[in-house]
């Protein structure tokens, strides 16, 4: 037993010291040349855990493949996504919601009327015009395959 939580105890200390080396120093100089900053950036997946940019995640997720980018966009920010920047980091719990929501479709009740409002009305307030409401029902059903 006390092997164990040895060995245990050692990976938890090299994990620990392999994240000391993923990290690089970031700074701007000033106009007399002397650093600022000097803080420290994550870089990789280990930035906060597992993630994609969402650039990859529209170009590779192939249930967004058949339709328009604009679409996509906008069911990917009912999830609470920032979608206005490519580079935008997708977290684990959130490209499980989105598997969830786009493949898997295995978000119910509450959850999936909320996410469908925050779809239907992106800028919350609580009123869509009637021609918006349809185009964008239109593009859904359509989806950029068809003519």
């Known amino acids: 037993m006390i092997t164990i939580e040895q060995e245990e105890q050692k990976k938890a200390e090299q994990k620990s010291k392999n994240k000391k080396n993923d990290t690089f120093e970031y700074g701007s100089k000033d106009a007399d040349g002397d650093e600022e900053g000097g803080g420290k950036k994550k870089i990789g997946i280990e930035s906060d855990g597992p993630s994609i940019s969402l650039k990859v995640f529209l ?41 969830c929501f786009l493949e898997m479709f295995t978000i119910t009740g509450d959850d999936l009327r909320n996410l469908w409002l925050r779809a239907l009305d992106p800028k919350g307030l609580s009123l869509v015009p009637v021609e918006e409401f349809k185009e964008f029902l239109e593009r859904i059903a359509r989806g950029s395959m068809s003519n």
């Open 59 to 99: 170009d590779f997720t192939i249930s967004l493949a058949d339709k328009f980018k604009d679409v996509n966009k906008r069911l990917i920010s009912a999830l609470g996504i920032d979608t206005s920047n490519e580079n935008v980091r997708i977290e684990w719990d959130q490209f499980l919601n989105l598997k």
